[in-house]
């Protein structure tokens, strides 16, 4: 299968650096479906001649494409495009938004919802450890590819919130219908290699490892109304934060 050719133009009395210019315009091409994820890419000499630009310009937008998850590079096989990222800001917004936002249909399968206790999520929630919780475990798909698996305890205060609901919308927006809404959160970002239970429902193979969030959310009077803990394909998923100095 030969790479499809993006059509590009490059501004050569623009401030903006050539090698920025490249890489804005192949990535908008995958972005807006023109390059679908597995394509073959077109390999960087005949992206330069095609384009009349020298080869580091050429090598070092492959490079910052690659750097943000849209291209991977094989060794014998070549640059192809990436599977399709979700990628998620560093702030307060729930992955049912997330993937609306970025026009992917969000669907959840409910696997467990039942009244517990919970130890560590009470404490989590500043409740006493034998307080019954709601537990939810849901599975978070993009469109018909298993994203996230979701765990999530919630006070006895939303105990109403049903299997229906969660799989119709998202926790945060089930909140919000019952007047609450998540302000700040406390998370935990991390990696691992996927348990059995994770591996089957996120369908994964081989050795990817999973992303981790653990997360507790407080509304604007600073009580608790969420922990939860959560897993992520992450070949297909990111977080992005920006960090600044003080």
Known sequence: MSAKLVAVSIDRASPVPLYHQLAAQLSSAIADGTLQPGDPFENEVALGERLQLSRPTVRRAIQEMVDQGLLIRRRGLGTHVAN?????RFELTSLYDDLKRDGREPRTDVLEHEIVEDERAATA??????TPLLSVLRVRFAGDLPL?????WLPPAYSDIGREELERT?????????GVR???ARQSIGARMPRPHERKELRIRGT???LTMTRMAFDASGNAVEF????YRAEDYT???MVDER
């Open 208 to 210: 990817m490892p999973l």
């Open 125 to 130: 929630l500043d409740l006493a450890a034998d």
């Open 170 to 178: 998202g926790l945060y927006a089930a909140l919000r219908a019952r």
């Open 84 to 88: 399709r990222k979700i990628h998620r």
């Open 182 to 184: 998540p302000v700040v």
């Open 239 to 241: 977080i992005d934060l």
């Open 148 to 152: 996230a698996l979701m765990q999530n």
């Open 228 to 231: 939860g803990d959560h897993c």
